[in-house]
């Protein structure tokens, strides 16, 4: 499944060079090695003494960069960690815009994927599948259950299962390639979602975020048809509690799994993608 948006790139350690050249990196720090005409048009500013052996009129150019409203900085590709933009920096084609997302997003995404960009955009891309839906899907899951079984997505779990009935992959490399599988079979988000997030059997009363049911309800409302939102707003308001048994339970609908993951693209995964990638 592939959503258009900005492609993750590795991170790698940069070596700083004796010797500089014209686009080029500069001899220290971030910045590329261009004319200072070039630099003053596009809007950087430049420094001397770290493109030796280039004219006079080469000068090392920072610049900041905006994409979408967002800030950013002009980087070499073998640099960057985030989502990268090009056409926005001066110097050649590999001298590109870049927001990160590890930086600001470090508490929700799994520490293996912010040391392993590259890895996971490659991975994702030789695999058919779109490099920040592998991001998003783990950040909304919770990464769970983790590194202990290179399964950030939820892939195999169900409700009340517990961790040992999720899949459990060798390496994050084979997460990716599971991950893909598993989303690969649906040709829309709606439809990934409508069986990746299950929103339960029955119409448990309470519920829990585990078992579905009502928990869920409050969220999924609006999307209901007037006679089902109705319906189930009686189910959810007795005293009565349904049990996991389905003993005087009512059962969920295709409709009502259709409203869920309606909600989880508009609701959930939407703004998701937004707040990390600001796309």
Same mark, same amino acid.
């Given at each position: 499944?592939?959503?258009?948006? $900005? ?20 001899? =220290?720090?971030? $910045? ?20 030796? +052996? #280039?004219? =006079?009129?080469?000068? /090392? ?8 409203? *967002?800030? $950013?900085? /002009?980087?070499? *590709? ?8 090009? #056409? ?5 084609? #590999? ?22 960009? &590259?890895?996971?955009? #490659? !991975?994702?891309? +030789? ?33 009340? &299962?517990?961790?040992?009935? /999720? ?22 988000? !709606? ?35 007037? =006679?089902?939102?109705? =319906? ?8 009565? !509690?349904?049990? !996991? ?6 059962? @969920?609908? %295709? ?8 909600? %989880? ?6 703004? @998701? ?7």
């Amino acid at each position: 499944m592939r959503l258009n948006s $900005g492609r993750i790139i590795s991170l790698l350690i940069a070596i700083p060079s004796a010797l500089a050249a014209v686009n080029g990196k500069c001899s =220290s720090g971030n $910045g590329v090695c261009v004319s200072t005409t070039s630099c003053s048009k596009s809007g950087g500013t430049y420094v001397s003494g770290k493109c030796p +052996n #280039d004219p =006079s009129n080469i000068k /090392c150019c920072n610049k900041k960069c905006s994409y979408n409203g *967002k800030s $950013g900085q /002009c980087t070499f *590709k073998s640099q960057c960690k985030g989502s990268s933009y090009s #056409d926005l920096c001066p110097g050649g084609k #590999d001298f590109i815009c870049f927001k990160s997302y590890c930086k600001n997003y470090s508490k929700s995404l799994a520490t293996a994927m912010c040391n392993n960009p &590259g890895l996971v955009y #490659d !991975t994702a891309k +030789n695999n058919d599948v779109n490099a920040l839906l592998v991001v998003v899907r783990a950040i909304i899951e919770g990464n769970s259950p983790g590194a202990s079984r290179n399964n950030y997505w939820g892939i195999g779990c169900v409700n009340g &299962g517990g961790v040992s009935a /999720c899949y459990k992959y060798s390496s994050l490399a084979e997460g990716i390639k599971g991950f893909a599988k598993t989303v690969n079979k649906y040709s829309t988000l !709606t439809s990934m979602m409508s069986k990746y997030a299950y929103i339960g059997k029955y119409w448990y009363n309470p519920g829990s975020w585990s078992k579905g049911g009502c928990i869920y309800f409050p969220d999924i409302k609006s999307y209901m048809s007037a =006679s089902r939102a109705k =319906s189930i707003t009686s189910i959810c308001a007795k005293k009565t !509690t349904c049990t !996991t048994s389905g003993h005087n339970c009512t059962k @969920t609908t %295709q409709e009502d799994q259709n409203d869920y993951a309606n909600w %989880q693209v508009e609701k959930n995964m939407g703004p @998701t993608f937004k707040k990390v990638f600001g796309t």
